[in-house]
């Protein structure tokens, strides 16, 4: 235990350690912080690690919708304009009309986006095992798992989703 926890366990009415400072906070500054390893790794190619995130969700996905495409990263329809507009500029993803419904812009990556994606790899490798040196191994999947528990309960309101127990 850090002299700061064991500070805050001796000052709390319980005995227990407590949650001090904005979480919004913390976690945004951990992410600026991650972002930058993966970024710096992936500056090489010319991308950033939104880019490659967007390429690899358009890679599994083959051809999906803009609204699809932002419901699968959680972004909202805007920033997913915003991120995709460099990506179309490079011609490593394509927007077009729905076959039945031309209101409905489908989103695919190009033959040059799969060849932008393969060349970004080995430094996406790189970057991702940095972070798992720093972070640790176990940690890391304590950190994955605890991501992975709490995403669904900040979902934007819809009903389906409940509160943590």
């Not at 235990?1 to 945004?28: E, H």
């Not at 994955?144 to 509160?163: I, M, Q, W």
């Amino acid at each position: 235990m850090t002299q700061i926890n064991a500070k805050r366990q001796a000052d709390s009415p319980s005995g227990a350690a407590t949650a001090s400072g904005c979480t919004c906070f913390k976690l945004r500054r951990l992410s600026r912080r991650v972002t930058a390893v993966y970024d710096r790794a992936l500056a090489e190619t010319g991308m950033r690690v939104t880019q490659y995130s967007l390429l690899v969700q358009l890679r599994w996905s083959e051809e999906v919708s803009m609204t699809e495409l932002a419901e699968l990263l959680d972004m909202d329809r805007t920033t997913l304009t915003r991120n995709l507009k460099a990506l179309i500029e490079l011609r490593w993803v394509e927007v077009k009309p729905g076959k039945d419904d031309a209101r409905v812009r489908l989103v695919r990556i190009t033959d040059a986006g799969i060849a932008q994606l393969r060349s970004a790899r080995g430094p996406w490798q790189k970057a991702q095992a940095e972070v798992k040196a720093t972070i640790g191994p176990a940690n890391l999947i304590d950190l994955h798992e605890l991501l992975d528990k709490y995403v669904p309960f900040f979902r934007p309101a819809t009903g389906a989703e409940g509160s943590p127990e």
